[in-house]
């Protein structure tokens, strides 16, 4: 069975950076896609970035430039590097992979507060 394990979540304090990683196991093949969706408290779940296993990353214009999302297809990992981070990015951070079915990981807080 497929499991994704989120890290990295805390308290940061504006302006600051902080990593997340995800480590998929139960499995034996390359996720197509990997990424990490977030949802604050009272809004829906949204995209933050993507990535293919051929290198193609996709970004919600609200952290572009901000964060960097990468991925070691050996080790079926994911990473969100989050650099001069708001308030705003304050949410629930899921994991996110795919191949033929879609998978989720349990999410890890992440606050943004001085």
């Known amino acids: 069975q497929v499991q994704l394990v989120e890290s990295g979540g805390g308290l940061v304090q504006p302006g600051g950076s902080l990593r997340l990683s995800c480590v998929a196991s139960?499995?034996?093949?390359?996720?197509?896609?990997m990424g990490w969706y977030r949802q604050a408290p009272g809004k829906e779940r949204e995209l933050v970035a993507l990535?293919?296993?051929?290198?193609?990353?996709s970004y919600a214009d609200s952290v572009k430039g901000r964060f960097t999302i990468s991925r070691d297809n050996a080790k079926n990992t994911v990473y969100l590097q989050m650099n001069s981070v708001k308030p705003e990015d304050t949410a629930v951070y899921y994991c996110y992979a795919a191949r033929k079915t879609n998978h989720w990981g349990q999410g890890t807080q992440v606050t943004i507060s001085s």
């Open positions: 990535m293919t296993s051929g290198g193609t990353t």
């Open positions: 139960g499995i034996i093949f390359s996720f197509n896609v």
